[in-house]
């Protein structure tokens, strides 16, 4: 089952002897639950292209489709709700908030949509996430992967479609790195969520069911790696 399209996805940033074409004419669907790891060099389009498929920046032709909703057709108010629950995002940087303790950081997706808080998947992340004995510590009590666990918890209280993750171990050393790329490979299964991860660990990106190759804005790969 089709959970994303893209369709003749193009993004450019400014204009005539400036202009950059960060995304030319992509196209590509997802099946839902499938692991999919995006890699490329520095500058290809990456990050651009995850940031439009959360609907974090909009596109300068093309449309998206998740779970059969055209993203960029709503107004801004529909575009926020879209955010907070059909997409969950991670990135390098943890983005916690610093004054929050590990409960309120995980939960604050929930607070702001106007939810009550699951408690019962609550727990259920604190466990899977190991992160039981830390729900009252402030970000800076906690190593860095410790941050990485919260900032997953956040990406999925509120049980999104898609999770994007951008580079989540580009800050971690080769053992929390694995051990971040096993929890959302868990999530993944645990929950059949669609999981899409740029990364540029060769290693990493041979653990997904799928391979995009991008280079100068264009897909230049795209392999199934195990079905």
Known sequence: MEILRVENLSKIYGKAE??????????????????????GPSGSGKSTLLHILGGVDKPTS???????????AQNDEQLAIFRRRQVGLIYQFYN???????????????????????????????????????????????????????????ALMNAPAVVLADEPTGNLDSKNSQEIVELLKLSNKKYNQTLIMITHDENIALQADRIIAIEDGKIIRDEVIRS
């Open 18 to 39: 400036t202009e950059v074409k960060a995304l030319d004419n992509v196209s590509f669907s997802i099946e839902k639950g499938q692991f999919v790891a995006i890699i």
């Open 96 to 154: 916690l908030i610093p004054v929050l303790n590990v409960t309120e950081n995980i939960t604050l997706p929930a607070l702001m949509d106007g939810q009550k808080v699951n408690k019962e998947r609550l727990q259920e992340l604190l466990q899977v996430l190991k992160l039981e004995e830390r729900q009252k510590h402030l970000p800076n009590q906690l190593s860095g992967g410790q941050q990485q666990r919260v900032s997953i918890g956040r």
């Open 62 to 72: 093309g449309k998206v489709y998740v779970d059969g909703c055209d993203v960029y």
